[in-house]
């Protein structure tokens, strides 16, 4: 068997140190991400069954999620962690890194996007698993930014 063909069934190449760390801190944000997304999901739900309608089970509140505008504000971040898994499985540049590092930074950063910050925030204060969630996202931003 060719090496190449070993490469590709792994989807990619071996990784320095450099790349090695950055991919680890790939998959930690993406395994961080997916418990306070559903977090986020079960509150903006309980949210929208207290303003807007009742939620009437999982496949209902599914289908809000993909179509009603009182959920549109989570689809970044939806987004955002199937882009680090996908970047997480394969070769990567250091470039896609910074993008996907300048997203979580426009989610979770100082000055995050005041559309999700709007809907965050107060979730964020009142949820000690969301805030808990919060502070390792922002160290592993911290772990991905560039060295210098």
Not at 99 to 110: A, C, H, I, P, Q
Not at 132 to 138: K, Q, S, Y
Request: charged share 30%; glycine share 4%.
């Amino acid at each position: 068997m060719k090496k190449e063909d070993v490469y590709r069934r792994m989807m990619h190449t071996p990784d320095d140190p450099v790349r090695a760390e950055l991919r680890a801190a790939l998959r930690e944000a993406w395994k961080q991400l997916l418990p306070l997304h559903r977090s986020l999901i079960d509150s903006a739900g309980a949210d929208y069954g207290e303003t807007v309608a009742p939620v009437r089970g999982p496949n209902h509140l599914l289908q809000l999620l993909q179509d009603d505008p009182f959920f549109v504000w989570l689809k970044p971040l939806t987004t955002l962690i199937v882009d680090l898994d996908s970047t997480a499985r394969t070769d990567f540049e250091r470039a896609h890194v910074d993008d996907l590092v300048k997203r979580l930074e426009r989610l979770f950063g100082t000055s995050a996007d005041a559309d999700f910050a709007a809907h965050y925030v107060p979730i964020l204060q009142r949820d000690v698993d969301v805030a808990m969630a919060h502070g390792a996202i922002r160290r592993i931003i911290t772990r991905l930014l560039p060295r210098a």
